[in-house]
């Protein structure tokens, strides 16, 4: 496993007390822009690192941290960035299946925006990689047509900001088609891309795009946030008889992880508990599942014991997981870099209240990003996305 650290902020201290009298009983029921560093399980950095930046084991404002068990950093097994992880699982769908193909601006030769479709053109040619025009609607609308024909379409948006244009294709045809149709066709088409905030990107290329498309029918949503996750979740992704929407977070392409050399494929629909605990759960998904785990440190070290859920499915959501979850803890904590209104977190909320509000403790938290454009200034932007050391004093807040 490795961190991806984005380095500004100053450190938060430790606290090692704990006082098992503050949580009641169950009640009646170092740089900035180019500072992308990759930390190692055994806490060594890459030369990238400059000299004079800040230790990994210190808590860091807006910096990312993983679990620190996983069944997957065992030594068996190969190490693969993100961006990596997702090409490799591509790859082997590609040759699994002759009918899966790509379809995106710059996905062929030079090989993706981000090199997830890096030397897939040579290998599969032209036709199975097929570079297209700079217009959104109309290369999206010809992969969801080139499904009902019975290819498996991977369309990639160069950003998730810019697939807006193609709304239409993706609403009206690609999540209702198999419904209007009466059943006669099927869309088997993967839509994905870059998205989320990313470092001074600006408003356009910053959106979280989760709670545009989460209240179409038909279509499943998916978000990936490690190497291990992000090739499994592709691959369940192609080889699915429904549309789906894969989210991938433009910072953590560069997240390293060693995953197993034998072919796995995940479920669409299942959450990942990422650590177990008795106190609070925290459900959490892509970038923010390693600002909860960053604060989780703190908060272990304050004698809280937190549970972290990555929710991964987005539509629909693995209510099996979390309710059981909830059951055990009591107390909720949602943590979304999606907006605040209408947000996957607002879903989630209601949810949780319906299907397990006799359960509950303490009322729903949800920490979201600002309902604002995303600033370019890099300490504006900061202000807009949630930090952990809002996560922990949200945390304390539940648990009084």
């Known amino acids: 496993m490795a961190t991806l650290f984005q380095g500004v902020g100053a450190a938060t201290t430790l606290s090692s007390s704990y006082n098992s009298n503050k949580f009641p009983s169950r009640l009646s029921l170092s740089e900035r822009k180019s500072s992308i560093l990759i930390v190692r399980s055994d806490a060594r950095i ?28 065992t030594k068996s097994g190969h190490e693969l960035l993100l961006f990596e992880a997702l090409r490799e699982g ?16 710059d996905v062929g030769h030079y090989g993706g925006s981000y090199k997830v479709t890096k030397g897939l053109a040579p290998k599969f040619g032209d036709l199975r990689v097929l570079d297209t025009p700079i217009a959104e609607n109309s290369f999206t ?25 193609a709304f239409n294709q993706i609403s009206n045809n690609c999540g209702m088609l198999h419904y209007t149709s009466g059943g006669q066709f099927k869309i088997p088409i993967v839509i994905r891309g870059p998205g989320g905030v990313g470092r001074q ?58 995953i197993p050399d034998e072919e796995y494929v995940l479920s669409l629909e299942e959450a990942e508990m990422v650590r177990p605990g008795e106190h609070v759960t925290i459900l959490t998904y892509s970038r923010m599942r390693y600002h909860v785990m960053q604060a ?49 977190g607002a ?38 996305v949630v930090q952990p050391a809002q996560i922990v ?3 304390e807040q539940l648990c009084q």
């Not at 690192?49 to 910096?63: H, V």
């Not at 699994?96 to 193909?101: A, G, N, Q, S, T």
């Not at 539509?315 to 009591?330: C, E």
């Not at 299907?355 to 932007?381: K, M, R």
């Open 90 to 105: 591509l790859e082997e769908e590609m040759d699994r299946d002759p009918r899966v193909c790509v379809m995106g601006e």
């Open 393 to 395: 004093t949200a945390v």
């Open 46 to 73: 890459n030369n990238v690192l400059k000299a004079g930046a800040r230790k990994p084991e210190r808590l860091i404002t807006n910096a990312v941290a993983t679990k620190e068990d996983s069944s997957t950093s």
């Open 141 to 165: 609308g010809m992969g969801i047509g080139a499904a009902m024909t019975g290819l498996r379409p991977i369309v990639e948006g160069m950003n998730m900001g810019f697939l807006l244009l």
């Open 296 to 344: 989780a440190k703190t908060l272990v070290n304050k004698g809280y014991d937190p549970e972290v859920i990555d929710i991964r499915s987005l539509k629909p959501f693995d209510l099996h997981t979390i309710g059981n979850s909830v059951k055990k803890t009591h107390r909720v904590l949602i943590v979304e870099e999606c907006m605040r209104t209408g947000g996957i």
């Open 201 to 258: 990107l600006g408003a356009e290329h910053s959106q979280r795009l989760e709670s545009y498309f989460q209240s179409i029918p038909g279509i499943q949503m998916v978000a990936c946030s490690t190497p291990y996750n992000a090739k499994g979740l592709m691959k369940a992704a192609i080889r699915s008889e429904n549309p789906v929407i894969l989210f991938e977070h433009v910072l953590l392409y560069n997240l390293k992880e060693r």
């Open 347 to 384: 879903s989630l909320t209601a949810a949780i209240t319906e299907n397990f509000n006799d359960y509950l403790d303490a009322p729903i938290i949800c920490l979201s990003s600002q309902d604002v454009p995303t600033p370019y200034a890099g300490t504006l932007e900061e202000w807009t």
